[in-house]
Each structure stands twice: as structure tokens, then as C-alpha cells.
């Protein structure tokens, strides 16, 4: 059964700094990844999606790389803004293609 | 473009009233829909996988007599809590992917119960 851990579980920063967000998944036999963000009260955001051939990916500020190999996933974000403050998911689509969703790592970008 | 959209956004029902939430692909075929629930200040937890004229498929703990899901053409999946009680109360989010074999999610904006 796929597990997935996201770290860390919270993150508070000062505006500008670059984060390192990590997702790491226990059956590296995946379909693809994908990087959301959730706002409170709100629905998922897709940010990016890597698919198992893939390596990286890039948005804008955002860049989330795929090593299947060790099982990982980073979601970086360059010079964090307020506006970047969510929690992001990790979702892995593995198996039966059944999607399995991290706990999420909730972030706040201060001023 | 792959919009999926959800409603109700929000509704309250009585205890024991039976609630339908419907989940459209707006622009696109879906295939496959799944169905999530999220406590508040916690992950989604998915409930049922739905394909496109076949039966959903429950995760385990998953009451499937009470969590009705018809997914009867491919751009409308629908989730009825049957005989809502105040621990169903929660947050349901719906995704749609084009295929079956792994393709990216498109979530809707999610769905509001709660049972007086």
C-alpha cells in the first residue's frame, strides 16, 4: 500500500525566503505526482503535475523535481510571498491508479 | 480549460434527510471521478473511485449504502448521503481525470455539509 509522508508538517518564514517543501512516497512504481495547494475553507489548486517519465517540472516561482528511485518529490518556492501562505498536498497516483494524498505541509509567508 | 465544478457549494440538512452532491466536468470527459471527505484541519480522505456506467468502487470503512455515488455519463458524477447524521458533517471534494490509467486530477471547489 502506497504511504506518503509530507515534510515539515508546518513551515512559517519570513517574506522572500526560498523554501524547500519534500514528499516522499513508499512504492516508487508511480504514475505520476502532483503538488497542490488548498487554501482554508477552499478546494485544491493543481500547482504541478510530474509524470513518472519526468523529472521536473516548473510553474513561475514554482519547481517540484521527481526522483522515483529513493521515492521522493521537492516542491521548491522561490522568494516566498504572503500570498504564497496554504497548505500544500502531495498526491502520488500509483497502484490501481488510486490517488494517495499526503498530510500536507501548511505554510505561512509573513510580511 | 478542465474545469470541474460542484454543487451545492455549502448546504445544511436535518439529521436523518438525505443530501445529493453533484460533480461536473464542465470542458472535458471524465472517465474516472473520485470523491474525497476532509475533517477540518486534516487530508483528504478518499472515499469512493468512480468510472464512467460501472459501479463505484468503496474504500475500505466506507459505508457504500450510505454514500450512494452514480456516475451515469462522463461528465456528471453525483454523492448522496442517505440518512445524514451530524458526524457526516465535513468538507467533499470531487476530481475528474479523462482517463483511468493515472491522468492528472482536476479537483472541484468542494462541497460544505453540515447536519443539524
Known amino acids: 500500500k502506497q504511504e506518503v509522508t509530507q515534510i515539515p508538517a508546518a513551515l512559517s518564514v519570513p517574506e522572500g525566503e526560498n523554501l524547500v517543501l519534500n514528499c516522499s512516497f513508499t512504492?516508487?512504481?508511480?504514475?505520476?505526482l502532483q503538488w497542490f495547494r488548498q487554501d482554508p475553507g477552499k478546494g485544491l489548486t493543481s500547482l504541478l503535475l510530474i509524470q513518472s517519465s519526468q523529472r521536473e517540472q516548473t510553474s513561475g516561482r514554482l519547481n517540484a523535481s521527481l526522483d522515483k528511485s529513493s521515492g521522493r518529490s521537492t516542491l521548491y518556492i522561490a522568494a516566498s510571498q504572503p500570498g504564497d501562505s496554504a497548505t500544500y498536498l502531495c498526491?502520488?497516483?500509483?497502484?490501481?491508479?488510486?490517488?494517495?494524498f499526503g498530510r500536507g505541509t501548511s505554510l505561512i509567508v509573513h510580511p | 480549460g478542465a474545469v470541474v465544478s460542484q454543487h451545492p457549494s455549502w448546504v445544511i440538512c436535518k439529521s436523518g434527510t438525505s443530501v445529493k452532491i453533484e460533480c461536473r466536468s464542465l470542458d472535458f470527459q471524465a472517465t474516472t471521478m473520485f470523491w474525497y471527505r476532509q475533517f477540518p484541519k486534516q487530508s483528504l480522505m478518499l472515499m469512493a473511485t468512480?468510472?464512467?456506467?460501472?459501479?463505484?468502487?468503496?474504500e475500505q470503512g466506507v459505508e457504500k449504502d450510505k454514500f450512494l455515488i452514480n456516475h451515469a455519463s462522463l461528465t456528471l458524477s453525483t454523492l448522496t448521503v442517505t440518512s445524514a447524521h451530524p458526524e457526516d458533517s465535513s468538507f467533499y471534494i470531487c476530481?475528474?481525470?479523462?482517463?483511468?490509467?493515472?491522468?492528472?486530477?482536476?479537483f472541484g471547489p468542494g462541497t460544505r455539509l453540515t447536519v443539524t
Open positions: 468512480s468510472n464512467e456506467g460501472s459501479k463505484a468502487t468503496y
Open positions: 498526491v502520488v497516483s500509483s497502484g490501481s491508479y488510486i490517488p494517495t
Open positions: 512504492d516508487s512504481a508511480i504514475y505520476n
Open positions: 476530481s475528474a481525470s479523462r482517463t483511468s490509467g493515472g491522468d492528472e486530477q482536476y
